[in-house]
């Protein structure tokens, strides 16, 4: 008998109607956050990318300017082996180390020009 009963029952329509449209809502909602989260995907994986391009410039002239102060070291060796006297010695080592300060002083600077512009980068909005 219970049977029965139930097998009379109908869902009104507007009861249907309701239904359809909260799924459609919540179906368009749903949309809308996965375009929002893979867009934020999206910007992490443009910064990361900006971040690691900077972290490669700046590597590349750190190496650069290690091979030069390496050169200019065993140059400054080659002049002292063959340096006559004590006088041209502390002149030789005199102008290395002016050479050196000088050379440290604009590696510092570019360096340092290097990794603003790198942090300014990955931190640059993408339009």
């Known amino acids: 008998m219970a049977k029965e009963q139930m097998g009379n029952f ?3 329509a507007e009861m ?3 239904a ?4 459609q809502q919540a179906q368009r909602a749903f949309e809308g956050f996965i375009n929002a989260a893979q867009q934020a995907a999206g910007e992490v994986e443009s910064h990361a990318n900006r971040a690691r391009a900077g972290t490669r ?3 590349e002239k750190a190496m650069s300017f290690a091979e030069r102060n390496v050169a200019a070291s065993f140059d400054f060796a080659q002049k002292l082996v ?3 006297d004590l006088d041209e010695v502390m ?3 005199r102008e290395y ?13 570019e360096i340092g020009q290097t990794v603003s512009k790198a942090a300014m980068d990955a931190a640059r909005p993408k339009f």
Do not use: C, W
């Open 57 to 59: 410039d700046v590597t």
């Open 20 to 23: 359809e449209q909260s799924m």
């Open 82 to 84: 063959r340096a006559r």
């Open 91 to 93: 002149r030789l080592q």
């Open 10 to 12: 109908e869902i009104p």
């Open 97 to 109: 180390i002016q050479a050196q300060i000088q050379a440290l002083n604009e590696q510092a600077k």
């Open 16 to 18: 249907r109607r309701i």
